[in-house]
């Protein structure tokens, strides 16, 4: 989780990412930051995070992402 | 001979009224009421006394928007489209260089555009549309009217920090327009995919073809941008079978391997512009759809939009890059050396434009203007201008131009053209900041700034959200004890490089 939110505080500095859970809803992640994401989690977790997993609720709070990079993980 | 963009207008409201023109995932309006509503804007702007200055609109990306666009061309106006989604200090900025005029808001707007310290007159779009159409007072506009005044001012990035406004006239557009659908071949069966914002000049590919031949474009939702599936379903929802994106938005798509899950089914023109498409992901476009035909475009903003293109003809390895390739019809490509000689076939040169497609030059901005808008030094013989775009490019061996990088700190990012000094110049302007200096990550696409101060880089990022737009905000910020000098005791950008590179 830690690596998550280092890899999201380095895109916005200025969002408490252990609370937010408005990420898409409130229009604070665009689509670079979404390439960016998968893209440094490709590279920290060796995770491809395939286009169907690709949802505003998956990434809507670090909390929901990261749940997502788990399951990955486990498949 | 058409001296007036409005013409393709009228042209296609006559031949198909009740045929959609513009939509977006809820709303439509045919010809017939795009016709209707610019004309009732215009007849407006008109009784307000109002004609040939500066339109300000103010409106959320929407169908009625382009509607405020050809009544601000009704009077005779030039119109200045600004967004929602803009930072309100560029705002402020664009608005503090124009002369009052009049500023078109709507509901998402309206309470931003009040508080804006704006010299001129706000109207609301209900409002303005609401007005009785004045056919001979729109015919007197027109009666008078001249294919070099100016039709739209669209603001970019300035090394100074304050945006440039480039002013392009009827005749520009029309000469744009006309050999751009020559090479494109579009027609009434087109259905647009429209991607770019509309406060740059990059919509007029779809909008303005969809005048003239009485063809459809969709505005896609922004979101879709972040989520590639539910993209390309809204493409096949809506049977979109042409697209002028910039690269990135066409690499989202197919970096996710969203073609394993869903492919286009209608698509047969892709064109690009704004980046070099990365051959790996081009390829991937290509195999999907490997009847459809895909032109790259090439071309500032100055150049009302672009100058170049190529369609891709052969198939490339992927360490090859696709070339510019060459001009329009009616508009010729300049190489020029330092001393401003054409170099030999092969060598580098700065990109130099001439041609109708020129446009008039900076809003107020005589110094910068006459930087870039300069006599051709081949014509010795009488006054003729060029633009010099300070891209540098070099003639391939089959006499194709290939872009080769740029001669200032301008970059290109996420389809935006960044000057790195105007987002140097806003961190500077923060009290708590000592220096700061911006390098470019061409490799992975990022802007990386490294300042020196006593604020944090949560805090400067908080600033520089409210100063700049979101995609000049860098994606890397840090901080240092001290910026590495050269010399000469400038910032030495190749260390801060390294330095980067090194992390």
Redesign the interface.
Known sequence: MEALLNILN?????VDFETETGL?DNKI????D???I?AEIDSEYDVQ????E???EN?NSAQALYALVQKLMEE | MQTNILEYLEGSVARCPDKVAFADATDQLTFAEVSDRAKRIGSSLLAMNHRGGSVVVFMRKHPTTLTAFFGTIYAGCYYVPLDDEMPRHRIELIIKTLDPGILICDDTTRAIAEELAYPGKICHYDELVQGDINEEALADVRAKQLDIDPIYIVFTSGSTGIPKGVMACHRSVIDYVEHLCDVLKFDEDTVFGNQTPLYFDAYLKEVMPTLKYGATTILIPK?L?????KLVEFLNEHKINTLCWVV??LT?IS????F??VKPEYLRTIAFASEVFPMKQFKIWKSVLPGARFINLYGPTETTGICCYYEVDREFEDHETLPIGGPFRNTQIILLDENNKVPAIGDQGEICVRGTRLTLGYYRNPEKTAEAFVQNPLNTIYPELIYRTGDLGKLNQRGELEFAGRKDYQIKH?GHRIELGEIEVIVNMHEDVRSACCIFDGEKKKIVLYYTGDI????L??YM?SKLP??MIP???RQLEQLPLTPNGKIDRNLLKKLYEKK
């Open positions: 380095e895109l916005h500095p200025e898409i992640l665009d689509s670079f979404i390439v960016t998968v995070i395939p286009a169907v690709l949802t505003p990434f | 979101q941008f972040m989520f590639p599936i990135s938005a989202m970096a996710f391997r969203t394993d899950t996420m944090t880089t949560a805090d990022t908080a959200k979101r995609y994606n890397v910020t």
